[in-house]
Each structure stands twice: as C-alpha cells, then as structure tokens.
C-alpha cells in the first residue's frame, strides 16, 4: 500500500471520532458520567473557592494583605497551570477514570490539610496541593465527556459540565461564610473537603473509553512531545482560543474571589452576608454559562464561527457592565443589579473555549488539547486576576481594581474575532492528519 494510502486508512476513523452523532456507549452511560462530572466538578470549586468568604477573618486574624489573599487563590491556579499538562497527557494513556479518582481524593484530602493551617505560609503551601489534585480532573473529564456524548452536543454538554465550576464557587462562598461565621474558618475547609472524597470513589461506576487510533499507541516508535506541542498550536483558532479564554478569566476569578471582600467593606456586610451576596451574583454566571454555551452551539449550526461571535459579544458585554458598575455607580441597588448583568455575560466563553479547542486537534489529543486549555487560563487567568486585583487594591482600593481588570473582557473579545477569520479552515485540517513522526512509524 502506498504512503497516500496508508495514509487515508489512518485517519478514516478521525471523521467519526469528530462528527459522530450517537453516544459512544449508551446515552445512559453518558449521562451518568455527566451526573459524578458535574457534582466532582462543583466540589472541586468548593474546595478552590471557600477560602474567599474567609478573607475577612484571615486579614483580622493573620494580618495579611490584599495581595497575600489574592496569592491564596492564585496558588491553586499556579499550581493547576504547571502541573495540567503532563498529568493529561498520562490520563490520555493511563485512562480518565483512574486519572479522575486519583485527582478527586488528593485535592479533597488537601483541603481538608488546609484546616490545619497555624500560619499563612502553612495555609498557602496547602492551597497549592489542592491545585496539584484538581490539575487532572478538568481535562480528564472533559474529555471523557467529549467523546461518550455525540459531537452536536459537545460545546452544550462541556458548557454544563464547566457551569458546576459556578455552582461549586456559590457554594463554596456560601459555605465559607456561613460556617467560618458560627464555628471558625478552620471547620469550613473540614466540612467541603469530605464530600470529594465520596464523589470520587462513585466514578469507579463509569465506563471509560478507549483512545481513538491515533497513532500515539499504536506508533512503532513513541510520539516526541514537539510532535503533540505542534498539533496543539497548529490551529490560529485554537491558540486565540487559549488566549481568549484566559483574558476572559481574569475578570471571572476577580469577581468571583474579591465580590465577597467589596461588599464586605463597600456594604458593611457581615462574611456570611457578603457571602449569601456574592453566590447571587456567581448562580447568574453559572446561568449565563449554559445559556450562552447552548447559543453558540445553536448559532454554530449555521455558521461554526459563531462559536466564537457569541462570547466574544458576551467579553464586549463584560467590559460595559462592570466597570460601570465599579467606576461610576455607587454602592446600592443599581450598582448591584448592574454587577449581576456583569455576572451573566463573563461566562460567555464557558463552554465555547474548550469546545473550539477540542474540535481544531486530533481526536487523541482531546485530554491534552483541554489540558493546554487549564494550563493557560489558570495561569494567565485564574492566577493573574485575583493576585493583579489584589495588588491595584492596596494600592488605589478595591472599587478602582474591580472597575480596571475587565479591560481583559476586550481582549479577549478582539482575540476570538482574529480567531474566527481561520476556524473554518482549522476545521477541515483536522481531518489532514498530524505528528509526521507518527505517519513514519505506522508506515516503516
């Protein structure tokens, strides 16, 4: 057989992999594994999250800054970011279910370390262990959910599964405040970090899949990681998705960690008040999280593009809303309605994000492909966002910090709309195959 040849029969199964439109095994497989994703999902941003209703006692008790709060949040990102990528590209190997039992039970019992913290420092070392845990998880899952569910639900599906990221902050603010406020701050990481433990271990229910024929197993000579880093960023759409998705997030993890300290100070609201606040205002981005997801799917029937139009439109939104609110309203009723709205377009890039990034690589790269995803947009987003708020908060306060970091909603937007011009072509390139290296082995 020639190499042409050769060559066709191993990308025959891609289109399949990519345009399939049943569930791989059984729509109620699918949709029990949706069912532990979502809830291991939410559990994973209790854990994150719960540490920001308590920064009104942390700064009482250990007299810490805003910027050493921010860190306490940014160190799970940091974390997530350096350590995202390889345990993907074991997980693509390994398989997703052992990967996400393994993930679920260390960021659980790292969370509940937390609680017994004696000093910052102690405190942030703990933080940064639950970002090793919850590294794996996201990618796994996701892309475990990409293939059991067929490719015209894909951005809907991922966009609910990464909703669970909002309802597990509005619980873990919720949570935080309310017990840290009865029986201390300490009992809070106690009492969210069992609840993963169990979720993890009921995964075991699920049915994982095998790894499309790739090549990456069934090469003769293993696949170099230059390979798979080219696939990764050959698609312009794909790296502005990257991109786009981390400048988004900047303003989403400044919302989501400061809100509850703003209207601690701006409202005078108690920690627990602030915090029964603040999880309106994250419940409407979870909201906003599937309902946009669901239209650029919709939209994307008619012309794929739109799955980046649409939060791109949602980043122009952000961007009005919020530094509106922050900048020129006051603290009160029309302030906070106007940060609800705000609340409801950040998310626009939910669900879409991931979905442009999986559909513009090969299908056995799909894990990692989410993986690069987490990596920039924890480091470049979920970190950067509540450490740079921090730092503009000790020195012009908290409502100027809050009324500049969603400029990053701009660019994000102009990023997508650049992305946009080549999605169509990456689409059909992903059918042309990948990693020459791997062509070589199967053809030697």
């Excluded at 937390?114 to 996701?142: F, N, V």
């Excluded at 609800?340 to 890039?349: C, D, E, H, P, V």
Aim: proline fraction near 4%.
């Amino acid at each position: 057989m020639s190499l042409a040849g050769r060559g066709r029969k191993m990308h025959a199964p891609l289109s399949t992999g990519h345009d399939r439109q049943d569930y791989l095994a059984g729509k109620r497989q699918a949709w029990l594994a949706f069912a532990l994703a979502f809830l291991l999902m939410a559990f994973d941003f209790i854990d994150r999250q719960v540490v920001v209703a308590m920064f009104p006692y942390l700064k009482v008790e250990w007299a810490v800054s805003d910027k050493e709060l921010g860190a306490l949040v940014a160190a799970v990102s940091v974390t997530i970011a350096l350590a995202s990528l390889p345990i993907a590209l074991l997980s693509d190997r390994w398989g997703r279910i052992k990967a996400i039992v393994v993930m679920g039970a260390l960021w659980s019992l790292a969370t509940i370390t937390c609680g017994l913290a004696r000093s910052y420092s102690e405190l942030l070392a703990a933080r940064s262990l639950i970002g090793l845990g919850e590294a794996g998880y996201g990618p796994a899952a996701g892309a475990l959910l990409a293939s059991l569910f067929p490719s015209r639900l894909r951005a809907t599906v991922i966009g609910g599964f990464l909703a669970a990221a909002a309802v597990g902050s509005v619980a873990g603010v919720v949570l935080g405040g309310a017990i840290s406020g009865h029986w201390g701050w300490r009992a809070a990481f106690g009492v969210v970090g069992i609840p993963g433990l169990i979720l993890a271990l009921l995964f075991l229910r699920v049915r994982d899949y095998r790894t499309v024929a790739s090549g990456v197993r069934e090469a003769a000579a293993p696949v170099s990681l230059r390979a798979v880093a080219a696939e990764l960023f050959r698609a312009r759409s794909g790296v502005a998705a990257y991109l786009a998705g981390a400048l988004q997030l900047m303003t989403v993890s400044t919302v989501y960690a400061w809100l509850p300290s703003y209207l601690n100070r701006a409202y005078g609201l108690s920690g627990e008040g602030a915090g029964l606040e603040a999880a309106i205002v994250i419940a409407v981005g979870s909201i906003g999280a599937v309902l946009w997801s669901a239209a650029a799917d919709r939209l994307g029937r008619r012309d794929p593009r739109y799955k980046l139009f649409v939060p791109a439109a949602g980043g122009v939104a952000t961007l009005l809303l919020l530094s509106s609110a922050f900048a020129v309203l006051p603290p009160g009723a029309a302030q906070f309605a106007m940060i609800m709205l705000g609340g409801f377009t950040m998310t626009a890039t939910t669900g879409a994000i991931p979905a442009i990034a999986i559909d513009v690589v090969h299908a056995g790269l799909r894990a990692t492909a989410g993986s690069m995803v987490t990596v920039v947009q924890n480091l470049f987003g979920l970190g950067l966002g509540p450490l740079i708020t921090g730092a503009l908060s000790d020195a012009f306060g908290l409502d100027i910090a809050l009324a500049v970091v969603p400029v990053s909603c701009l660019l994000s937007a102009g990023v997508l709309l650049l992305g946009s011009r080549s999605y169509l072509q990456d689409l059909r390139n992903v059918h042309v195959g990948w990693a020459p290296d791997v062509a070589a082995a199967q053809t030697a």
